[in-house]
Each structure stands twice: as C-alpha cells, then as structure tokens.
C-alpha cells in the first residue's frame, strides 16, 4: 500500500522527504547583495562619490556600461542598487566585481554565492587553504610512515 505523500508514516519510513517552507534556502540573493553592498561601503575609505567615479574609470576601462541612459553609474543609480525597497534595481552582474574591486570587498559576491552553499575567498585565505590540505596530508604520510616502519620492525 503506497503511503500518502505527507503523511506521519512517511515521515517515520523517510521514503519520501519533502522540505518544509522554511527548510528551503531564498534562491533570490537581492536583498543579501543590497546588505553586503551596503557593509562593503561602510568598510571601505571611499566617499560614494569616489566609488561612483573610481567604478566609472574601471567600467570604462573594460568597455563596460550599465545600459541605462547616461551609460554610466551615477550617485542615484548606486543609492537604489542599496535600496531595500527598491527590488527592481539591483547592480548589474558585470558591475559586481568591479564594484568589489573598487570597495575591497567579496562580501558582495560572498552573497551571491552563499545560497548554493559555495563560498567566496580571498587569494590570502586561498593559501591558507592550500596549506591546510598539504598539512593534512603530510600528516596523513607521517602516521603510514610510522605504520609501515612498525610493520618491518624499524620502530
């Protein structure tokens, strides 16, 4: 006999598991990107205006526009990327890293990512990393070297 889909026994079973409404993660990164944006220019020794014309020289740079009508980020544009309210302007994908470079901030991009969970480091913390592994290696060769000499009686 099947068992209904959200019934208690299919709970108990675990044959079918459905997530709950809060169990799902928000696919949509708006408003998380608008938080890390916001904290990105908090952090950072930048004016707005200084972001706005340092993003502009860089965007220019790499050929890039923000489509809209003057072309270029302006203080009003940047203000409703970090509105809250305003869910119908978010930065645009290819502005992001920009954006990043000029603030000193992944956290914009940490948002982005941090549905999926996937994360977004830093070239320090990537070597950090990589040592970690290498450490976590060497000590797994270390603790087979010590078996293999116990084995032939050298310890």
């Known amino acids: 006999m099947p068992v209904p889909f959200n019934s208690k026994e299919a709970k108990k079973t675990d044959q079918h598991k459905q997530l709950g409404l809060w169990d799902r993660p928000c696919l949509d990164p708006t408003h998380r990107i608008k938080l890390a944006m ?39 544009l940047l203000d409703k ?20 470079t000029v603030t000193g901030s992944v956290a914009p991009l940490q948002a982005l990512a941090a549905p999926l969970s996937a994360w977004v480091i830093s070239a320090e913390e990537e070597k950090l990393l990589e040592w970690a592994r290498l450490e976590v290696e060497r000590r797994r060769l270390r603790k087979r070297a010590r078996q293999l000499a116990q084995e032939v009686g050298i310890e």
């Open 81 to 100: 990327w970090l509105a809250p309210g305003a869910t119908q302007h978010i930065i645009p994908l290819k502005l992001l890293p920009i954006f990043c």
């Open 38 to 76: 916001k904290e990105a220019l908090r952090n950072t020794s930048l004016s707005r205006e200084q972001v706005v014309d340092e993003m502009n020289r860089l965007a220019a740079a790499e050929g890039l526009t923000t489509n809209g009508r003057s072309q270029k980020v302006t203080l009003a």
